[in-house]
């Protein structure tokens, strides 16, 4: 892969194969991390996916659990 000049950044293009290995769409974020000398990167959850497992405590609480915003504001 060749660094090329973008702007006041330095860009590179990721090869198609890593790109679908990776399940990497058009605005999806990516993480480069540095690792033992050596950058691996991975992709961020999408939006849809962060909403996915919050999902899993759309719940309500049991009576006893309840929380009291009366019991939470005391000093």
Do not use: C, T, Y
Request: net charge positive; proline share 4%.
């Amino acid at each position: 892969m060749q660094v090329a000049k973008w702007g006041n950044s330095l860009a590179v293009r990721l090869p198609a194969e890593l790109v679908r290995e990776l399940g990497l769409k058009e605005g999806d974020q990516i993480d480069l991390v540095k690792d033992d000398g050596q950058v691996r990167v991975r992709r961020l959850p999408r939006a849809d996916e962060v909403l996915k497992g919050l999902r899993r405590f759309r719940r309500k609480l049991p009576a006893a659990e309840r929380l009291s915003r009366d019991e939470a504001h005391e000093r």
